[in-house]
């Protein structure tokens, strides 16, 4: 069974850092990926980034491309997104991490940031963005 977990959530300062850790097991190959998605209240949820376990490939939403850089160790098995240059009210949110079974860039670049193609889902840790 697949299991996420999320951490490191918090409230920070517009202009500051948060590093997010989503820790994944179940898995019994690479052939997934791991994306970020982020709710603010009265809001859609929305997709931010995402990585392939098999290639170790990278996709960004516009709203984060250049501040926010998503990794994983695989040997922890554990994403991170690490979140620079925070911005008030727009980053503050829920975050949460998913797990969609496509490994492929070619499925992901049609797939990263749609919530309706994720499986597994942990339980979200809130951002909060202070002025």
């Known amino acids: 069974e697949v299991h996420l977990v999320e951490s490191g959530g918090g409230l920070v300062q517009a202009g500051g850092s948060l590093r997010l850790s989503c820790e994944v097991s179940?898995?019994?190959?690479?052939?997934?990926?791991i994306g970020w998605f982020r709710q603010a209240p009265g809001k859609e949820r929305e997709g931010v980034s995402c990585?392939?376990?098999?290639?170790?490939?990278?996709?960004y939403s516009d709203s984060v491309k250049g501040r926010f850089a998503i990794s994983s160790d695989k040997a922890k098995n554990t994403v991170y997104l690490q979140m620079n240059t925070l911005r008030e009210p727009e980053d503050t949110a829920v975050y949460y991490c998913?797990?969609?079974?496509?490994?492929?860039?070619?499925?992901?670049?049609?797939?990263?940031?749609?919530?309706?193609?994720?499986?597994?889902w942990g339980q979200g840790t809130q951002v909060t963005v202070s002025s």
């Open positions: 990585i392939s376990f098999r290639d170790d490939s990278t996709y």
């Open positions: 179940g898995f019994t190959s690479d052939d997934y990926a």
């Open positions: 998913a797990a969609i079974r496509k490994g492929d860039p070619d499925a992901l670049r049609r797939m990263a940031f749609w919530d309706i193609f994720y499986d597994y």
